[in-house]
């Protein structure tokens, strides 16, 4: 019987079930999807991720195939007006490591279990010393049970009205394409103008990711209207290159308690923040990383380490609170506004970037995180 059962195989769940297995804990992983995801998704991981992954092997993985983007420009109207300098930070790893979701997953996984896939948990239920897991393949009793399974998830926990909602009527466009060589292909670069935000993100392959501030439309437009918004915003060359485009909206979802019992709650089925910013799989990420030496220590020693728990706990509510204020304001900045309130705004983002120094590449590299203390 495994020690510790993790609900949901995606990147923060496999991580858990790796780290805990280098612990030597005994684990086990239950996935509802017959065959594991694919696609780019999330594609940045952060300075503290990457140090807190170093003693696993998985940060030597994941930078053997990402692009390591040590600069950020900000440009408005195709001029540059500021630089987020990551490679300023005193930080073991001064650099977001760009690479699709599917390869981090893929890294992450190490010598951990392979998932029961096609497996549905349809409810949790605490009961003394055991956990009761109720599947549609039947019960099992489990010492300690840790739910990852992303959004779909939260209703096995959470009661109605338990999680702090908000939802934004922000809504993008995204794709990733092949595009021609470039001199800041190592760059990430975030267009301001007053149709909206458009970023653009480096990926290995000589690919780069395009996420635009969209006005809406109909789904087969969806192409076009990225392609229009890439024009008009400062990435004309490369929108030849978008063959088709995916849509969606964002909203912050914050849970006040990330444990009860012999039950946990982490990634995205804790909190879920704005894509804008790319810190939502990182806070998984590193819920995971923090959380599991503390299960193995409750495993060896046989008690709950409650002193630990508590401050785990703590530190990563307060974290997803930083992460999820943080995107709030990534998205007020790339909103439509008049011209004259564009021309305003880039003067004021680019004497901010450059009166702060390494505050801002800090702050956008999760150096906010209570895990990289």
């Known amino acids: 019987m495994a020690e510790v059962l993790v609900v949901g195989a995606g990147p923060v769940g496999t991580l858990l079930a790796a780290e805990l297995t280098r612990f030597g804990v005994e684990v086990a992983i239950v996935e509802r999807r017959e065959a594991a995801g694919g696609g780019s998704r999330a594609i940045g991981v952060h300075a503290p991720v990457l140090a807190a992954l170093e003693a696993g092997g998985a940060t030597e993985r994941l930078l053997s195939s990402a692009v390591r983007v040590r600069r950020g420009e900000a440009r408005s109207d195709g001029r540059a007006i500021g630089v987020v300098d990551f490679g300023s930070l005193d930080v073991r790893h001064p650099y977001v490591a760009t690479l699709p979701q599917a390869e981090t997953e893929r890294a992450l996984r190490g010598d951990g279990p392979e998932p029961e896939r096609g497996a549905t948990v349809m409810r949790v239920v ?3 010393a055991r956990v009761r897991v109720e599947t549609d393949r039947g019960d099992r009793a489990e010492p300690i049970v840790v739910i990852a399974g992303g959004v779909g998830s939260r209703d096995l926990v959470y009661r109605p009205g338990a999680l702090r909602r908000t939802a934004y009527a922000d809504r993008y466009l995204m794709t990733d394409a092949a595009v021609p060589p470039r001199a800041d ?10 149709g909206g935000v458009l970023e653009s993100f480096p990926l290995p ?21 990225l392609r229009r918004a890439m024009r008009e915003r400062g990435e ?17 979802v914050l849970a006040p308690a990330m444990r009860r019992d012999r039950v946990f709650v982490i990634g995205d089925a804790a909190h879920e923040v704005s894509p804008i910013g790319g810190q939502g799989m990182n806070l998984g990420l590193l819920d ?63 004497s901010v970037l450059a009166a702060t120094g390494a505050l801002v590449p800090h702050a956008y590299a999760m150096g906010l995180d209570r895990a990289s203390r």
Do not use: C, K, Q
């Open 126 to 128: 605490p009961d003394g």
């Open 288 to 350: 995971a990383a923090t959380l599991a030496p503390v299960l193995a220590a409750w495993i060896r020693s046989g008690a709950a380490p409650e002193a630990d728990l508590a401050e785990w706990e703590r530190d990563r509510v307060r974290s997803a609170r930083v992460a999820g204020r943080l995107a709030a304001v990534n998205m007020a900045l790339g909103r439509p506004v008049s011209g004259a309130v564009h021309a305003l705004r880039s003067r004021v983002l680019g």
């Open 236 to 252: 004309a060359e490369a929108a030849e290159a978008v063959a088709e485009a995916t849509e969606f909206g964002v909203r912050r």
């Open 185 to 194: 292909a190592e760059t990430a670069v975030v267009h301001l103008a007053p």
């Open 205 to 225: 392959g000589g690919r780069r990711r395009f996420v635009a501030w969209d006005a809406g439309g109909s789904a087969a437009s969806r192409a076009d209207r």
